[in-house]
């Protein structure tokens, strides 16, 4: 067995980071017949920045995240390696992007790393980012790279879209279907079963354990339903559910100026959801809604293109449900139980701040190991 | 006296974010009568990503750096406030899109802090960030903000310029003349006084410490240089110098598959940084060559473009100065001296690692205080 390598900078530049941006600059962003765009200075190239020849008249949309807290309490009990960690700070950017309808140019990382990170370890975060960007049907453009006193991920996703095609926040109207992509909660429910578990005797299948754990290991940015809801458009507004579907609910809600029903029956839970609940004595629901950092697109269609934009979306493989409709502001947010009672929206929105987390998924979320 | 307030972080999105980014949808960059683009989704949004419509064929340019490290030796003496390092991340990230010539369109910025910063800390390197962007022409459309373990600056810019007129670094021909916008070395000399004056003893003007300084405080980003070195185009290479003079003609050097004769006479070599030399027993030219964050541009220009592109400089109110000129890759990077000696370039060049750092700026430098 070989002892780990500690190569510097220039070194991992030159002999790692160049073998995952090799040959990009020339890469066409669309069909052949009608590019388009054209990197034209690609990573490989080590300039200052990435450069695209844009073809046409469009609009680009470009976002930020940097991704360390909760989600690396995983990471520091060994259940994410450095190739998911990668992965998912591209997921998390990409995921930006979609939301906004916008087809991903490229992805710009930010990777720093204590001294103790050995080459191989380096090269496994660099592995994953790639992984990412190829999953996810963009490029890896540059960065930067370098110490710090621990691993730090941030990335910078941007792409274009048709001019006027931008969706954003702020246009539900009240009568609009309230949709969601898929189930939520399920990296959430993760984060509040795996550091607790030996503590508490908690033993879930392999199964179900595997199902969890891969909500983080390869999280999915919808960018073919982000531009899909974008290309009619069908989204009067789209927002991605990064923060959990309560909260993401409510932002639509303030940002479009309107309130919603949903519809108890209607909200997807899933069977990892349901049983991490019952372990921690939590509604299922309010799990599901909850803090969670799902990559859905939680987005508002007119009740007329229903049935088109459902049928554009299994033609292409693609899925969602609707969760209720968007009501007057004044109406607020409400859930509404299969008996006609109306309450509240369960669960805990996730507040980026330890002392607003609540009580629900949370002990384990926030056990950020200093 | 007020005690210090600790909002979280929807706290300071609403309170003192909001307060910097209020009202720029809908910002148009470039001349009202031909826009170039219109931000149609600002920071003031509080959307997933900014969005800018793009009325024609443009190349994109796009870069993100990372900020941490030795230049921080310097805030944590006290001698660069919070204001200062928000200045700072943008002037960086802008300057790598003035290297490209792109106009910037925006930058969107990473700001991450520990428990014990303040509202008015965290206001204050907003405050700073915004007043970058402000002297720059550009806005910041949004970015990242929350906890860490310690102050973490990053950012993103980006920017457009025309279709075929992108600079990189890989154009440089035998026989172009190498420039510089101006002096380099300052901002090196700065952390190679600055951390070991107590110690040492040293003692400089107020006006010599206050030019130090002032470099790390008030850096430029070169954006009307990079865009007139663009337009005609004039530069047929280009570069930042945040990695020092020596560096970057290296780089320069490497890219373009070139090599430099660089006139010793030539090289500015300024007064503070002859002062620190003196200090630290360095020759003056090695200190202006070494490892300097520095963000003048490095370019090369065909002779024959001397004369129009000095008088475009010059009716612009801005200048350069010819270094020496490029040469065939095999006769390599030399220094002529007066006496028609010739040698390696001195300095150190940054290498971003403390093992490979030589013996000249350096200690004070590296000089991270974990």
Not at 150 to 155: D, G, K
Not at 167 to 185: K, M, Q
Not at 329 to 336: F, Q
Request: charged content about 20%; hydrophobic content about 40%.
């Amino acid at each position: 067995m070989s002892s780990p390598t500690f190569s510097d900078e220039p070194s991992r530049v030159a002999q790692i980071v160049k073998s995952f941006l090799g040959g990009q600059t020339g890469a066409i962003v669309g069909p052949e017949s009608e590019p388009l765009t054209r990197l034209v200075i690609g990573g490989d190239r080590k300039d200052d920045c990435a450069a695209y020849e844009v073809y046409r008249p469009v609009t680009i949309v470009v976002g930020t995240d940097y991704v360390r807290g909760p989600k690396f309490a995983l990471y520091e009990l060994g259940l994410l390696s450095n190739f998911d960690i990668g992965y998912y700070v591209v997921a998390a950017n990409v995921s930006d992007i979609a939301a906004m309808g916008a087809t991903p140019l490229g992805v710009l990382t930010v990777v720093r790393y204590p001294n103790d990170l050995d080459d191989e370890s380096f090269e496994q975060i660099m592995a994953g980012i790639h992984q990412a960007v190829a999953d996810f049907g963009t490029l890896n453009v540059g960065g930067d790279i370098g110490q710090a006193e621990r691993i730090i991920l941030s990335a910078t996703a941007f792409g274009l879209c048709e001019q006027g095609k931008v969706l954003s926040r702020s246009g539900s109207r009240p009568g609009d279907l309230l949709c969601v992509t898929g189930p939520c909660g399920v990296l959430g429910a993760a984060v509040a079963y795996f550091p607790n578990r030996e503590e508490r005797g908690w033993k879930l299948s392999a199964d179900t354990e595997h199902e969890l754990i891969e909500s983080w290991r390869r999280p999915v940015a919808r960018v073919a339903e982000g531009c899909l809801l974008a290309r009619k458009p069908y989204a009067s507004a789209c927002q991605d559910t990064s923060d959990g579907l309560k909260a993401t609910i409510e932002q639509l809600a303030e940002s479009s100026g309107v309130g919603f029903e949903v519809l108890r029956a209607n909200v997807p839970v899933v069977n990892p959801v349901r049983e991490v609940a019952a372990l921690i004595g939590a509604d299922p629901l309010a799990l599901a809604l909850s803090a969670s950092a799902d990559f859905q697109l939680a987005f508002t269609i007119r009740p007329d293109d229903l049935e088109a934009c459902s049928n554009e979306f299994a033609n292409n493989g693609l899925d969602f449900c609707v969760l209720g409709h968007a009501v007057g502001s004044a109406e607020g947010i409400s859930l509404l139980r299969e008996d006609g009672a109306r309450s509240a929206l369960p669960g805990v929105a996730w507040r980026h701040q330890k002392s607003d987390i609540g009580s629900l998924v949370v002990d384990a979320q926030v056990d950020e190991k200093a």
